[in-house]
């Protein structure tokens, strides 16, 4: 089955802890991206890949790491987490194909940062 | 910010048709029409795009009207299931694989 898995689906932690959120796709897609959802927000881009070790920073990469060494993987890196990091944080991956670039998205990772 | 106008909630009754309005004024000739949803808390799914013809999948039909500057996302027979936050996005063809900008959408409540 086609899908995007993320992990750990709920976390909590304390301020300055490091973290890191795993994303995974078995659809051999060039394009992932992490994305934040918050109340009256709505989803906001964290960062970008194009393709292996090909990074690019979104809407509200502060705070944050990414890595791409392979296609397969994108983890999200917080190295001193803060409370303004508690949110809801979705992996998505696409094609990146003109006129079929439909983006997956992953269940979802709840974080509270205490 | 969105380029997409949609009304803030509807409701539809269960086995009834829901009709999903979005308008999309100043968009280009290369913008296609993308909707998603997003039920509580989950990933956003996509559900369909189109260009300029009307599309039909498994899950919806889209019907664009002719100058394209809106659209409507039709569900032929709602499910309690399908009660979510439905998104309205437009595209170029030279985006794809970058971010979607999510508007506000419409809260769609289907009930028994």
């Known amino acids: 089955e086609a899908q995007v898995t993320q992990n750990p689906r709920y976390l909590i932690t304390v301020t300055g802890k490091k973290l890191t959120v795993t994303c995974s796709q078995n659809?051999?897609?060039?394009?992932m991206s992490w994305y934040r959802q918050d109340p009256g927000l709505g989803l906001r881009q964290i960062y970008y890949?194009?393709?292996?070790?090909?990074?690019d920073k979104g809407d509200v990469p502060e705070g944050y790491k990414v890595s791409r060494k392979e296609k397969r993987n994108f983890p999200l890196i917080l190295e001193s987490p803060s409370p303004n990091q508690t949110s809801l944080y979705f992996c998505?991956?696409?094609?990146?194909?003109?006129?079929?670039?439909?983006?997956?998205f992953g269940p979802g990772t709840r974080l509270t940062v205490l | 910010d969105a380029k997409t106008t949609q009304p803030p909630s509807m409701d539809c009754a269960e086995g009834r048709a829901a009709n999903l309005p979005c308008n999309h004024s100043?968009?280009?000739?290369?913008?296609?029409v993308y909707w998603y949803r997003q039920i509580h808390s989950q990933g956003p799914q996509y559900i369909i795009h189109?260009?300029?013809n009307n599309e039909t999948n498994e899950m919806a039909s889209l019907i664009i009207t002719e100058d394209r500057k809106s659209s409507t996302l039709i569900l032929p027979h709602a499910t309690l299931r399908d009660t979510a936050v439905y998104y309205c996005?437009?595209?170029?063809?030279?985006?794809?694989?970058?971010?979607?900008?999510f508007g506000k959408g419409t809260t769609l409540s289907v009930s028994s």
């Open positions: 189109g260009l300029k």
């Open positions: 998505a991956s696409s094609s990146g194909i003109m006129y079929t670039d439909t983006q997956y």
């Open positions: 659809m051999n897609h060039e394009y």
């Open positions: 100043t968009i280009s000739g290369n913008e296609y």
């Open positions: 890949s194009m393709n292996v070790e090909v990074t």
């Open positions: 996005i437009v595209r170029a063809v030279n985006q794809a694989g970058t971010a979607l900008i």
